[in-house]
């Protein structure tokens, strides 16, 4: 699970320049979100949600 301040969340946000989906997916993995919820909510099926989540890791990890 991930970890951040609302500061940390909105400079990863702006830095890695989340569209509206990717922000929404942060901010359910930020808040513990299970994967069946966040796939409901992305309306998304679970296994291109993993593929978001990796994605959103690779762009996280670049900046910092």
């Known amino acids: 699970m991930f970890e951040f301040t609302r500061a940390e969340y909105e400079m990863i946000c702006k830095e890695c320049m989340l ?3 990717y922000k929404k997916l ?3 993995k930020i808040k513990g979100y299970s994967r069946i919820k966040m796939s409901m909510e ?9 593929v978001m989540i990796q994605k959103l890791k690779k762009k996280i990890k670049k900046i910092l």
Do not use: A, G, H, K
């Open 19 to 21: 569209n509206e989906e």
């Open 26 to 28: 942060f901010e359910m």
């Open 42 to 50: 992305l309306n998304v099926s679970p296994s291109t949600l993993d």
